[in-house]
C-alpha cells in the first residue's frame, strides 16, 4: 500500500511569493490532515479535512493561508503571501476516518522563505 | 487545552534499554502514540495504545501507561544506532492529536 504522498519535498522562495503544496493521502483515507512543523517542535494541526469538507480550520491563519480538497482525495495547502516566519516543515497526515483515526504522515514539504 | 510534555535529549550506548517518558494533561485521551522521526523525513507511526490498557509489547518496543498519573513511556529493547532518531508522543482527542516537542535519542556504538 503506497503512503502519503506529498510534493514537492523542498521549496526556496522569497519572502511576498505565493507558493504551494500538494497532498495525496492514502486509499482509502477519508480524513486528511494539514500540519505545520517548526524547528524543535511537534507538528500542530493547520486544517482537517473530512471527505471535502473542512471540519477545523480553527488553526489556519486565513489571512494568507487556505486550503482546498477537490473531490475529497488530494488537497493543496497554498500561502500567498509568504512571510519570513512561515519557514518550516508542512506535514501531511491522513487516516481512515473515526473509530479508526490512526494518522499516517506523509515526508512533509521543507520551505525556506528568504 | 491538551499540553504533552517529553524530556528534550536521551543518550545511551548500543544494546542498553531505552526509556522516553511523557506526561499529559487530558485525562479524556483516548488512543495515546509514539512516532519516530530521522532527520528529514516525517514521522513514522511505532505504535499505540487504547487508554483502557496499562501495557502493550511490540517486538522491542513496550509502552506503558499509567492513566492516574498521565504518564506514558516508551521503552526499546536492545537500543541499535539505527534507533536515533527524535520519538513524538502524541495524546487524541476530539479527532486530533496533539504532539510533545519530542525526546531526541543518540545512540553511541
Known amino acids: ?114 | 487545552g491538551e499540553d504533552v510534555e517529553q524530556s528534550l535529549f536521551l543518550s545511551v550506548r548500543e544494546g542498553d534499554s531505552s526509556v522516553i517518558n511523557c506526561t499529559y494533561t487530558d485525562s479524556s485521551s483516548t488512543y495515546l502514540y509514539w512516532y519516530k522521526q530521522e532527520p528529514g523525513a516525517g514521522l513514522q507511526l511505532l505504535t499505540y495504545i487504547f487508554s483502557n490498557m496499562d501495557m502493550k509489547q511490540d517486538q522491542r518496543l513496550t509502552v506503558l501507561l499509567n492513566k492516574k498519573d498521565k504518564h506514558l513511556s516508551l521503552r526499546i529493547a536492545d537500543t541499535q544506532t539505527g534507533d536515533s532518531a527524535i520519538y513524538f508522543c502524541a495524546v487524541s482527542g476530539y479527532s486530533t492529536l496533539t504532539f510533545g516537542k519530542g525526546t531526541m535519542l543518540l545512540v553511541s556504538p
Do not use: M
Open chain 1, 1 to 114: 500500500e503506497a503512503g502519503v504522498v506529498q510534493s514537492p519535498r523542498y521549496k526556496i522562495i522569497e519572502k511576498k511569493q505565493p507558493v504551494a503544496f500538494w497532498c495525496n493521502p492514502i486509499s482509502g483515507h477519508n480524513t486528511l490532515y494539514w500540519y505545520l512543523q517548526n524547528l524543535g517542535q511537534g507538528p500542530e494541526l493547520l486544517i482537517r479535512y473530512e471527505n471535502e469538507e473542512a471540519v477545523d480550520d480553527s488553526q489556519l491563519p486565513k489571512d494568507r493561508f487556505s486550503a482546498e480538497r477537490l473531490k475529497g482525495v488530494d488537497s493543496t495547502l497554498k500561502i500567498q503571501p509568504a512571510e519570513l516566519g512561515d519557514s518550516a516543515v508542512y506535514l501531511c497526515a491522513s487516516s481512515r476516518g473515526s473509530p479508526d483515526e490512526t494518522q499516517y504522515f506523509g515526508p512533509g514539504t521543507r520551505l525556506l522563505v528568504l
